[in-house]
């Protein structure tokens, strides 16, 4: 029985929150899952399907971290076979690159497509040169291809003619694809409709995915593995991890496993409607903070710190630059020791709070009429009248559109002004 490791987007190198831990975190990632899930299962093969480095002028630590795991995988005699990803591709035009010097050093199988004239052409593994687009091991025929980016719908015609060509219907034929899929992400970019990558689904009975960093799986033979760790702070929220796959009876037997190391996030949504002071806020924020969380104690626990992520949501009570952000990073820095906290502030200040507090069961109108009113509030001039000032911007509205004449509205509006004025003047005799 075949059993294999599919991972992905491993970004080895990259740098975020000017956080030498943080890119340490993508070294343990890639070798704790490969001790885990690759030697100790001591699978016949690893996949990559892209972007193993965050960036193709890779750093020399990130190469050091790279070839640690080469060296433990070549010496467990499991082979590694690779594609680029669109971050370490090499640069057209060029000849080289860090993932091409690899394989020819024999620490994996970079698979490429060959470019000539007459077009996409696939060339079976040639192990003297260590160049080629397809290979087989044991009974699997492994197809590799490279990051087309917005092109990969007109680059798939020619590339399916060719494994139509190539692939082997006696073997379990697996492709490896870096690749933006429809549906699967909420950018308006143009991605893969899975209707094109149906056109693959006769040929290949695993497609290896790489590029969008959170797990996905279609029908069965589409597999996602995501990236290993979190590239971004949105990217907290994916589930990710690996592919440790069996091929049983030509079917492949995926099963996504997660148990690695990870950069652990304790994520918190903090309500901030009803504190009228930012004292008030505080304390309540770290109370919720203290019921959940025990501050990090290196010496008590080998579990790596956190990253501490707060989403600060509803309508703040005070000045917005009252919040001091900072100020409050530094007090739950020291106060829970993380390895880092992020704040997100999606807080509506009070200056733009119009209408707050309205329960969802109020009408249309009503709620129209309470917007125009707060926003007249704000200025002093005419807060003391703002309803006054709304019910006639509204019946300004109400004659325009039944189609009053212009002429007739200005009238109607100085007529209702000039009352008004007559009622203040009233008012401050008395
Ligand atoms: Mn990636």
């Not at 148990?259 to 918190?268: L, N, S």
């Amino acid at each position: 029985m075949t059993k294999f490791l599919h991972i992905a987007d491993i970004h080895l190198g990259i740098r975020r929150y000017r956080s030498d831990e943080r890119t340490k975190d993508f070294f343990l990632a890639w070798s704790s899952c490969l001790e885990r899930y690759a030697i100790q299962e001591k699978v016949d093969f690893v996949v990559i399907a892209g972007d193993l480095f965050d960036a193709r002028k890779v750093e020399p630590q990130a190469m050091n971290h790279a070839m640690a795991m080469f060296v433990k995988l070549r010496d467990a005699g499991i082979p590694v076979i690779a594609i680029e990803g669109n971050h370490d591709s090499h640069e057209t035009q060029q000849r080289f690159s860090w993932l091409r010097s690899l394989s020819q050093w024999g620490y994996l199988k970079l698979l490429e497509p060959v470019h000539e004239e007459s077009g996409v052409q696939l060339l079976p593994w040639d192990e003297e040169k260590k160049l080629g687009s397809f290979i087989d091991l044991g009974n699997t025929r492994i197809f590799g291809s490279i990051w087309y980016g917005a092109t990969t719908s007109n680059a798939l015609p020619t590339l399916v003619e060719q494994i139509h060509h190539h692939h082997d219907p006696q073997r379990f034929n697996l492709m490896m694809l870096h690749t933006d899929v429809e549906g699967q992400l909420n950018r308006p970019i143009p991605a893969l409709p899975v209707a094109k990558l149906n056109e693959l689904k006769s040929l290949i009975d695993y497609l290896a995915l790489g590029h969008i960093h959170k797990n996905f799986e279609i029908d069965g033979w589409i597999f996602n593995p995501g990236s290993l760790e979190a590239c971004t702070v949105d990217e907290f929220a994916n589930v990710r991890g690996a592919y440790l796959v069996e091929i049983v009876d030509g079917k492949p037997k995926a099963q996504l496993v997660r148990d690695y190391i990870q950069r652990p996030i304790k994520r918190f949504q903090v309500e901030v409607t009803g504190h009228a002071t930012p004292e008030a806020l505080q304390e309540s924020l770290f109370k919720q903070l203290h019921a959940e969380l025990t501050p990090h104690d290196a010496n008590e626990t080998d579990e790596p710190a956190p990253v501490i992520e707060l989403s600060l949501q509803g309508h703040l009570g005070f000045k917005a630059n009252l919040l001091e952000l900072p100020q409050l990073r530094t007090q739950i820095d020291e106060t829970f020791r993380p390895l880092l906290t992020i704040l997100k502030n999606q807080t509506v200040p009070v200056e733009y709070a119009v209408a707050a507090g309205l329960s969802e069961h109020v009408s249309r109108p009503e709620r129209e009429r309470r917007v125009i009113e707060d926003l007249i509030s704000r200025d002093s001039r005419f807060s003391r009248h703002a309803n006054t000032f709304a019910h006639l911007i509204l019946e300004t509205k109400r004659l325009a559109l039944v189609g009053e004449a212009p002429s007739r509205i200005v009238e109607l509006l100085e007529q209702r002004m000039t009352n008004y004025a007559q009622q203040e003047a009233a008012e401050k005799v008395e």
